[in-house]
C-alpha cells in the first residue's frame, strides 16, 4: 500500500532515507485526485463512556511531510491539532519515514531504509525516551523479512506483533517480531499491510484497513474479522494507537488529495468522530500515546469517597458504595453492569482489564 511524504520538495537525502522496495509503487511528490470536499467523511459518533479531563491523551508521532518543514520529526500533539517538536534528524538521528515505530517501555524503535550506491539499506534505530531522544545501538534488519511497516505491543504477554515484507519485497506477512535482533516469525501471508493496528488492554488486535474498515485480527492466526467501515478514506502512510484506559483507537489519516485528519474510532460500532484537521496537512506514523486522567460522564447520585473496589478470581468486589451510581465497562466501553451501590457488592467477570466508575470516582482494575 501507499506510504508517501506529501508537500515536501525532496532532496537526494529524503530520497534516499525514504527508499522502498522496487516492487512497490510509492509516491513522494504532492498527490492528485479528489478533493476535500469530495473525501468520503467519517460517520457520527456515538457519546464516548470516558472522557480525559485534559481533553485527551498526550499523542506522539512521526511527522514524515509537513507544510510547515520545522515540524519534520517526532512531535507531541494534541487532540485539536497542536505539534510541538521533541526530536528529529539533525539533533537525534531519528528520521522522518513511513514505517514501523514503536514505543515499547522507555524506548522507541523507528524503521528506515536509505539508498547505498543502489543498495537499499535496512535500519531500526532505537531511542532512549527519557534520555532526551539518545539513539542507542541496535540490530539492523537483515533483510525485506525482517523490516516493518506496522507493529504494536500486546499489554498481556509484551510481544510485539506487526506487518513485514516478503523475501522479494512484493508482499506482506504477519507475525511476531523481536526487537533485540530484529528477527521475524510469520504467523500468516496478508494480501496487504494495513493503515493502522494496535491492541486493546485484554490483548485483542485490531487494525485499519486501507479501505478504512476496522477489523479484529486474530493474533494467533493472522485472520481477520470486519468489524464496521470507519466511513474515512485513509490513502497515504499514518498511524494508530489505542488508548488503553478508554479502549478508543485514535488514527491519522492523510487522504488522497494530500490533506490530513485525526479521527477517533469506537471499537465495539467502528462510529468514527473527526477530532481536527490538520492546519498544515501533517503525515503522522509510528504513533503512542500517554493516556489523560479519565472521569465519568454521569452525575453523582451521593458522594461516596470511601468507596473501595478489590479484585479476585473472576470478580470485582465494591465496598462502601451505598446509594453511589456505580458502573462496570470492559477497556473497549462495553457496559458489564449498571447500578445504585451498596455497602457490598459482588460482580462476575472475565478475566480483563475494566474501568470501575462510582460515583465520581473511576478506577482501572485487571481480573486475573
Known amino acids: ?52 479531563t485534559n481533553g485527551g491523551p498526550e499523542l506522539f508521532g512521526n511527522v514524515i511531510a509537513s507544510k510547515n518543514s520545522s515540524e519534520t520529526g517526532m512531535n507531541k500533539f494534541t487532540t485539536d491539532g497542536e505539534f510541538t517538536l ?65 507493529l504494536a ?31 521475524a516469525t510469520v504467523i500468516a501471508n496478508l494480501d496487504d499491510d494495513w493503515s ?29 474479522s470486519l468489524v464496521a467501515p470507519t466511513g474515512a478514506a485513509p490513502h497515504y502512510a499514518g498511524g494508530g494507537i489505542i488508548d488503553q484506559t478508554t479502549g478508543l483507537f485514535y488514527w491519522t489519516v492523510t487522504r488522497s488529495d494530500g490533506t490530513s485528519a485525526l479521527y477517533r474510532v469506537n471499537l465495539e460500532t467502528a462510529a468514527t468522530e473527526k477530532l481536527t484537521d490538520f492546519a498544515n496537512n501533517e503525515q503522522v506514523c509510528g504513533l503512542y500515546l500517554i493516556p489523560g486522567e479519565t472521569s465519568g460522564i454521569e452525575e453523582v447520585t451521593a458522594a461516596s469517597s470511601a468507596a473501595v473496589v478489590k479484585t479476585g478470581n473472576g470478580i470485582i468486589e465494591i465496598f462502601n458504595a451505598a446509594n453511589a451510581h456505580t458502573t462496570i465497562v470492559t477497556s473497549d466501553g462495553s457496559t458489564v453492569a449498571s447500578f445504585t451501590g451498596t455497602d457490598y457488592t459482588q460482580i462476575d467477570v472475565e478475566a480483563g482489564l475494566y474501568i470501575v466508575k462510582i460515583g465520581k470516582d473511576v478506577k482501572k482494575v485487571v481480573v486475573r
Do not use: H
Open 196 to 224: 493502522a493496528f494496535s491492541f486493546n488492554a485484554d490483548g485483542q488486535a485490531y487494525a485499519i484497513d486501507w479501505a478504512g474498515n476496522l477489523l479484529k485480527v486474530n493474533k494467533e492466526t493472522g485472520k481477520t
Open 86 to 150: 521533541i526530536a528529529n534528524q539533525a539533533k537525534n538521528n531519528l528520521y522522518a519515514t513511513p514505517y514501523a515505530g514503536i514505543k515499547v517501555g522507555g524506548f522507541y524503535y523507528s524503521f528506515r531504509t536509505q539508498t547505498i550506491f543502489g543498495f537499499q539499506a535496512k535500519y531500526m534505530g532505537k531511542y532512549d525516551i527519557e534520555r532526551g531522544w539518545t539513539r542507542l545501538q541496535s540490530a539492523t534488519p537483515a533483510d525485506w523479512t525482517e523490516f516493518a511497516t506496522l
Open 1 to 52: 500500500m501507499k506510504r508517501l511524504s506529501t508537500f515536501l520538495v525532496l532532496t537526494t537525502t529524503m530520497l534516499a532515507a525514504f527508499a522502498q522496495p522496487a516492487a512497490n509503487a510509492y509516491r513522494y511528490n504532492k498527490p492528485t485526485g479528489q478533493s476535500a470536499n469530495s473525501v468520503q467523511q467519517a460517520s457520527q459518533p456515538e457519546t464516548p463512556l470516558f472522557t480525559a
Open 153 to 183: 505491543e500486546d499489554p498481556t504477554t509484551g510481544t510485539v506483533y506487526g506487518c513485514m515484507y516478503t523475501a522479494d519485497g512484493k508482499g506482506y506477512t504477519f507475525g511476531t517480531y523481536d526487537l533485540a535482533t530484529c528477527k
